[in-house]
């Protein structure tokens, strides 16, 4: 496998190497049937459709961002307050159940639980007397973001292409044959929304109207209409009351546009029919080449930043459902390469500028009560979603959910105050389109009061990944309102020396020393977020400039938070007692946050606790739900174990149901919880990515983990804290033949890579010493970990590596090779 690189001096843009079309194809050579998770996902951020590919009967099943269950609503139990000295109280003194009962009766929520992410319908066409058909293939082309489905019948080769327009907010179908007035098929809209209304309009047009569902007390208002407008070549179009037919046409281009009242979480007074009709209105005239043109360059302007080569065999030349269900017994590098970009074809089609962050669906849903309502948990899977944004360069398609964390900060105010009496704005596990951050569920889960911590994180990592001091500001009050409310709610433990959060969890575990139930005073995950949303108020302000009274509080408050801990198994304890059951399997590792995504444990600057996750790793095991198989990934690749990451990038890319107790992957590759959550998609994308490239650990790390399977590649396009991007990078053999990195921002590139290298240019690469100065890599120190007297932790033996620094400036590329 070469890529001809020499690469050296990278004077061929990376779109030439690697990354070819028919390598980033999903095909199949049969249709979906009935069955949902075979059908290909289709989306602009705004609209969603899943394309069957039937021959007789064509669905496209439908999808719109906003149209949600119910209308602005808040959850919060004012009963709380009150309730909150004895619920701590009871956990104080071991009596766990008694709090949880407690915690149920007066913090839950006695109001909506939050409300669901519901489809639109379906566009139907259904074909007479096409039954007995011959070469069928469907496909998703994720390079264009573009379906088809063809097959023939009696000599005739019939084409569906279609597409969801990145630039006009619509979907397009084109339906074309080998032979001239051989279109003919009836369109229709189908809804599962009791209050709706299909009617066919003047001008070859079908709308169908609807209002979304009232759920748990809540009212229903959302209003939306999709409309769809046909135009054929030559051929004969008749209207029906609520269908339209073609027959003997050359060609048939159907686009449909969605839209709905919703204007905001607090606002719904837009007017669907208006929009949807706006929408149409500017398409409808447009040449189907000039509306494909537009799509691909748009798509392609994200799509094609990164680009990654593992290389190929004779396997991946199957369809995509036969290469699933080999994956785990034969060499097929590329499909790696097909799942990785797969994701991040998911995060452009489900996320987008101005429109919902990708809930737990991203954008396809086609039950009224989906799993979970489809909703935002926020306990992990939302934040999940957006691990690759940063990572794969898709930094723009950030900000649907950097948009909701500041609508949380303002729905989560109300939440504090009445809930808690604190300063500030806090969210517990779970948010919807309405940004309730009331408790839900039950205690069990509910309880937990992570979820401003943790999403305030990602506009943190926002601005370290892009540098950008203006969103910084914009950004200071959401980050010091998060802090706030943990100066207030923290409480001192009776028992330890320690501030706690009390009511508190570890999301959705429970140790039976606690009877299982899971609350708890001072998890390890608690007290890991706390001290990451103190420190990055205290790093924003240092940036900013803007130093206060406020900071000097929140490092004395650091300072009395628990240390992590290492407990008798060796593992890092998940609770501040050592409860831990070295038999416990179960999906959430929450206390891990400090490997990943945080940056708390590092095999440099704390190894035992390195250690100690690791070990924690191994007592969990591999197989699980996806998504936390995804999660699992990730952490492997910190672990700088790039074989056991690709075993559980196997264990993922096994077909659902075979992975005793745990998830895999649907036929369309959807991730399986089961069912479908999108979550593990985005987590092992990001896996793969970290698998390449890490830059959380004071260095812009190359190639940590490279698996045997994986030990030659090229991969471009991948980015790097600090303004870092790597525009190409090459490797034979696990080690690093030649890289050329971007500095988007300057200031001091520290490399650590796994052999020595040399650079190619005016400049000086020296062994790197002492801390890095470069701003964008700082950490504040973690405290010394307890350690069991019946611990035996050792530290781990890492792969050895070079460490080299070169002060580099804005805008300039840097190039370096293996050392000779």
């Not at 044959?177 to 809209?189: L, M, Q």
């Not at 999709?226 to 070549?233: E, I, N, S, T, V």
């Not at 969605?258 to 208006?274: H, P, R, T």
Request: aromatic share 10%; net charge negative; with cysteine.
């Amino acid at each position: 496998m070469k890529w001809s690189f020499y690469l050296i001096f990278f004077c061929i843009p990376i779109s030439f190497f690697g990354q070819h079309s028919d390598d980033l194809k999903l095909w199949y050579d049969e249709p979906s049937g009935d069955t949902w998770e075979n059908a290909l996902p289709l989306g602009n951020g705004r609209l969603g459709a899943m394309v069957y590919g039937n021959v007789d009967t064509e669905i496209f099943q439908l999808n719109e961002h906003t149209v949600w269950s119910g209308s602005p609503n808040r959850n919060d139990n004012t009963n709380a307050l009150e309730a909150l000295p004895k619920v701590r109280e009871l956990i104080f003194n071991g009596k766990y159940k008694a709090a949880e009962k407690l915690a149920n009766d007066k913090i839950i929520t006695k109001k909506s639980h939050g409300q669901m992410f519901q489809p639109v319908g379906n566009l139907e066409l259904s074909f007479p007397n096409h039954t007995d058909y011959q070469d069928y293939c469907r496909e998703l082309d994720i390079s264009n973001a573009i379906s088809k489905t063809s097959y023939k019948i009696n000599g005739v080769t019939f084409t569906r292409e279609s597409f969801v327009s990145l630039t006009d907010r619509l979907l397009v179908i084109r339906l074309t044959a080998s032979k001239p007035g051989k279109i003919d098929f009836t369109a229709n809209f189908t809804t599962p929304h009791a209050n709706s209304r299909i009617e066919t309009k003047p001008g070859n047009q079908i709308s169908l109207w609807g209002r979304t569902s009232d759920h748990e007390g809540i009212e229903g208002k959302v209003e939306f209409n999709a409309l769809m407008g046909l135009k054929a070549q030559n051929g004969r179009i008749t209207q029906a009351d609520t269908s339209i037919t073609v027959e003997h046409a050359d060609e048939a281009i159907l686009m449909v546009s969605i839209a709905s009242n919703f204007n905001s979480y607090q606002d719904l007074s837009g007017d669907e029919v208006l929009r949807a009709r706006g929408f149409l209105d500017a398409g409808i005239d447009k040449d189907y080449e000039v509306l494909i043109s537009d799509h691909i360059k748009r798509y392609q302007e994200l799509f094609n930043r990164v680009v990654l080569d593992f290389g190929e065999t004779e396997a991946s030349k199957r369809p995509t459902d036969e290469r699933l269900a080999n994956f785990r017994n034969t060499q097929d590098p590329s499909f790696v390469t097909l799942y990785f970009q797969y994701g991040r074809y998911l995060l452009i089609s489900s996320s987008q500028p101005g429109g919902q962050p990708a809930n737990l669906q991203g954008i396809w849903n086609q039950s009224m009560n989906p799993a979970w309502d489809s909703k935002y948990t926020i306990n992990i899977n939302a934040e999940m979603n957006y691990w690759p944004a940063e990572r794969t360069n898709l930094s723009e398609l950030h900000e649907p959910f950097l948009k909701m964390v500041k609508e949380l900060s303002e729905t989560g105010q109300e939440t504090a105050k009445t809930m808690y009496g604190t300063r500030g704005w806090m969210a517990h596990h779970n948010t919807d389109i309405w940004r309730i951050t009331g408790p839900i569920d039950g205690a069990f889960w509910g309880i937990w009061n992570g979820g401003g911590a943790w999403t305030s994180q990602h506009l943190w990592e926002h601005y370290l990944y892009t540098g950008d001091t203006t969103f910084l500001k914009t950004s200071l009050p959401i980050f010091k309102g998060a802090a706030e409310f943990y100066a207030d709610f923290l409480v001192q433990h009776p028992k330890y020396p320690y501030l706690v959060i009390a009511p508190g969890n570890s999301p959705e575990n429970a140790p039976e020393a606690h009877q299982g139930s899971s609350i708890t005073a001072g998890s390890t995950m608690d007290n890991q977020l706390v001290f990451d949303v103190f420190n990055t108020y205290i790093q924003a302000t240092e940036v900013l400039g803007k130093e206060s009274a406020f900071v000097d509080s929140l490092k004395v408050l650091r300072s009395k938070l628990p240390p992590m801990q290492i407990g008798k198994h060796n593992q890092l304890q998940e609770w501040l007692d050592d409860v831990d059951s070295p038999e416990d399997n179960h999906r959430h590792i929450s206390h891990l946050y400090g490997l990943f995504p945080s940056n708390q444990i590092s095999p440099y600057r704390t190894p035992k606790l390195f250690a100690a996750a690791r070990n924690t790793l191994l007592q969990r095991g591999d197989i699980s739900t996806g998504w936390s198989m995804g999660w699992k990934v990730n952490w492997w690749a910190k672990m700088q174990d790039g074989n056991h990451a690709y075993k559980l990038i196997i264990d993922q890319l096994t077909p659902v149901g075979i992975n005793r107790g745990g998830g895999g992957t649907y036929n369309n590759l959807f991730d399986a919880h089961p069912p479908f959550q999108i979550d593990g998609n985005f987590g092992c994308t990001a896996g793969i990515a970290e698998m390449l490239l890490q830059s959380s650990d004071g260095s812009v790390h190359l190639l940590p983990a490279v698996p045997d399977a994986l030990d030659a590649g090229y991969v471009g396009g991948l980015r790097a804290r600090g303004g870092f991007e790597v525009v190409a990078m090459e490797w034979e053999n696990k080690k690093l033949v030649a890289t050329s990195i971007k500095s988007n921002l300057g200031g001091n590139l520290r490399l650590r890579v796994p052999n020595k290298i040399e650079y190619i240019g005016t400049g000086k690469l020296k062994i790197a010493e002492g801390e890095n100065p470069n701003k964008f890599f700082t950490f504040s120190k973690v405290a010394d970990p307890i350690i069991s007297e019946n611990s035996s932790i050792e530290e781990l033996i890492l792969p050895k590596t070079s460490l080299y620094d070169i002060e580099t400036e804005k805008g300039k590329i840097y190039t370096f090779s293996l050392k000779k």
